[in-house]
């Protein structure tokens, strides 16, 4: 039909000529289509195996492209060369050429041939289901949680464990549970504040009057909370420029940050060194809430 919607526009076929059936043609739709489903296993095992990238990226590049191929040289001899015309003027009732719209197929001449498309199709399909598995386990309670729990030590970057009188007045260190040093999740600032801290920081959390932790990682997209300004008792994320006021329980004064940076529940063991007497209360960083 034409594009202004007149049936009587529409192009007509006034010859036609049907293909001749290929076996060169068949034997590369038969050869391309088992030489994917065979490189789509050799990606799914090299990959699930641990091979090298050059391996399985050269196996799906391979694979694709056969497949490619496969599919083309498929539809190849599948359709007449047709000739066809706009008439100029209505054709008269006697007129017997079809419009183009009703040229079909040449019908079911490649059984073979589309049972192997569709069984290589098949094959490679599944075997990229095999890059599912290297998103590995599920996160469970990853987000929700950290390695802080009730009685586990506060340790530098070193492993070794911190007493209050290890930071001096106005600093600051990043501090680790101990047995999991480099979780960034679980990475707290230790401040001695020049001044006493007010709510809403939780005071019974706080030792010898200053001394206060809240998660490094930031509310806003999770960065980490590198800078403190003794002068103004802030701390200051560098990525977006959030800034937060240590003395009153880590709100948020500037910058794209919502919430607080969560406090930190401090106490001290038997041996005077600060441990923690929980994990965090609230969801670390731009987490979501706990359930």
Known sequence: MSA??????????????????SKLNDSIV?????????????????LLAGGPMVLYGGALAGGLLLLAVAVRRYFTDRFPDIEAVEPREIPSPDDTDKPLSDVAPLG?????????????????????????????????RTFTTTAWARGVRLVTTDGDPVR?????AGGIATIWPEGAIGQERSSVLLLRLSVEPVPPTVLEWVIADFLVAYSKVCTHAGCPVALYRQQDNALFCPCHQSTFNAVAGAVPTFGPAARPLPQLPLGLDEEGYLVALSDFVEPVGPALPRA
């Open 30 to 46: 038969v050869l391309s289509a088992g030489a994917a489903a065979l490189l789509g296993v050799v990606f799914a095992v090299s």
């Open 164 to 168: 209050p009188g290890d930071v001096a």
């Open 108 to 140: 079911p001449r490649r059984s073979l041939l589309k049972r192997a498309l569709i069984a290589a199709g098949g094959v490679f399909g599944l075997s990229l289901l095999a890059p599912v598995t290297s998103l590995g386990p599920a996160p469970g």
């Open 4 to 21: 202004d919607g007149d049936p009587k526009a529409e192009l007509r076929v006034i010859a036609r000529t049907d293909p001749p059936r």
